[in-house]
């Protein structure tokens, strides 16, 4: 999955379909005050908002949702004395709506919608006829503004370009090749100690560690058909399964904590000592005592990050922090014994990919794709959740893309495992034919590329 979505190319391309824009409406209450910015979508066409809030026209905000302005009876007494109406979407045409509102003086227009907003359209002799701007705003947005400014309040609507870098792409890009690489690197290490220490004689803890798993095509088969099906069953039955999911990514994120933190405590000079002997599952073993607070320590934060995973402003770190820990564990686990079979893997998920992403929207009655629709979160969800195996990273820079439809960039973990795995691979390369990890580095490069011409787009 790549940033803004399971692909970022594919929402990029479904956006640039859309024949609006994004801007912003500013709320202000009546008598001075902080606002508030509400998201808000037009067409240029009709008339242009100013790209800089100061030179937008601060004007009254009158809540005229009881009617959708689709007759002149609809009209109140006086007309609408230089304000900006809310009125509902209705079933007239937009320019009907926008041509009552001018001629009865109104400085601008916004049409409430229940529904998915869609820029405002007519065909182009009308555009020429029309002199204010007139926007969508959403039905949630509009109860907002009612519950937080009461019937008076003031609006300046304008559209703020987008920033030409993206901070949060940097923190994203950052994170994605830097798992890959310490990944790839980490999973080589452990190799070269394989070749060089089989003498040491590790306990019982540490041998566990070490344990990898040979990936043969029999199991690439199956486990892409296990990504078929549960991609299927999320799409048909999200609501019930998204909770597994999440409680799945707990339980596999906090082992792979325990498994990234486990050679930093085991350097500790505490907690050397070990449980008494005792006949419990696993503690029969005796391990360590800062071995289990390590566990106790990855198992609560896991159990947080579930509680408060809606917490936008702070819950993305630990989501970030265990999605990283989960791949970091699993490109050191898993492992490709030969080139074939990651030829295999990358064949095999290119096609996956090809085919939920763009064939499945001539299958779907609503003609989505299964892929964007799972990965996003279904738009009639009853529980609003958000699969949890992506990084994320909130917009750093303010635009109206942020604040009406991407809040958050977003890279799954897919789109750092499948290379990550290839890297993995050429460092071990390296170590056996002695080539001074030149594989490894000329494999991090071209994910490095990928990358960054995956996110950019």
């Not at 227009?109 to 007519?122: D, F, M, Q």
């Not at 779907?364 to 990965?375: F, L, N, Y």
């Not at 609003?384 to 942020?402: D, G, Q, T």
Request: aromatic fraction near 12%; charge should be positive.
């Amino acid at each position: 999955m790549a940033a803004g979505g399971p692909r970022g190319w594919v929402l990029a391309l479904l956006v640039a379909q859309v024949s609006g824009e994004f801007g912003v409406a500013r709320v202000f209450p009546e008598k001075g005050g902080g606002g508030k910015d509400y998201c808000i979508l037009f067409n240029s066409q009709w008339a242009h908002l100013p790209h800089d809030l100061g030179k937008a026209s601060l004007l009254a905000l009158q809540d005229q949702t009881v009617s959708v302005l689709c007759a002149a009876s609809e009209v109140p007494e006086g007309g609408f004395g230089n304000a900006v109406p809310m009125v509902m979407r209705g079933n007239c045409t937009f320019y009907e709506k926008v041509r009552l509102a001018q001629v009865n003086g109104a400085r601008g227009l916004l049409i409430v919608s229940k529904e998915r907003l869609v820029p405002p359209a007519g065909n182009r002799s009308q555009y020429e006829e029309i002199d204010i701007p007139v926007a969508l705003l959403s039905y949630a947005d509009m109860l907002d503004i009612g519950q937080s400014f009461g019937p008076s309040a003031k609006v300046a609507m304008y559209a703020p370009g987008e920033p030409v870098l993206d901070y949060n792409m940097v923190i994203i890009f950052v994170m994605a090749v830097g798992t890959v690489a310490v990944g790839g690197y980490w999973a080589g290490s452990r190799d070269v100690k394989k070749r060089y220490m089989k003498h040491k004689r590790d306990d019982g803890a540490e041998k566990q560690e070490d344990e990898t798993v040979d990936v043969t095509p029999v199991m690439i088969g199956v486990f892409v058909l296990m990504c078929c099906s549960m991609l299927i069953l999320l799409y048909y039955f999200y609501d019930q399964l998204v909770y597994a999911i999440i409680g799945i990514f707990c339980l596999a994120a906090s082992i792979g904590l325990y498994s990234c933190l486990s050679p930093f405590v085991r350097r500790f000079p505490l907690g050397k000592c070990r449980v008494p002997s005792n006949n419990w599952p696993y503690f029969h073993k005796r391990p360590q005592v800062r071995m289990l607070l390590l566990a106790a320590f990855c198992v609560a934060v896991s159990l947080v990050w579930g509680l408060f995973r809606n917490e936008d402003q702070w819950a993305w770190i630990l989501q970030d922090a265990l999605g990283i820990a989960f791949c970091l564990y699993m490109l050191k686990t898993i492992r490709l014994p030969t080139f074939k079979g990651c030829t295999l893997l990358l064949l095999v998920l290119f096609v996956y990919d090809v085919f939920f992403v763009f064939i499945t929207p001539y299958l779907t009655k609503t003609g989505e794709s299964i892929m964007v629709q799972v990965a996003a979160g279904p738009t009639d969800s009853s529980t609003r959740e958000k699969l949890p195996m992506v990084l994320k990273v909130p917009r750093l820079n303010f635009s109206p893309l942020a604040l009406c439809d991407r809040p958050f960039s977003l890279l799954g973990f897919g789109d750092i495992l499948v290379p990550g795995l290839l890297v993995a691979y050429c460092h071990r390369f390296d170590i056996q034919v002695q080539s001074s990890r030149v594989y490894f580095v000329a494999c991090t490069i071209g994910m490095l590329a990928a990358t960054a011409a995956s996110l950019s787009g």
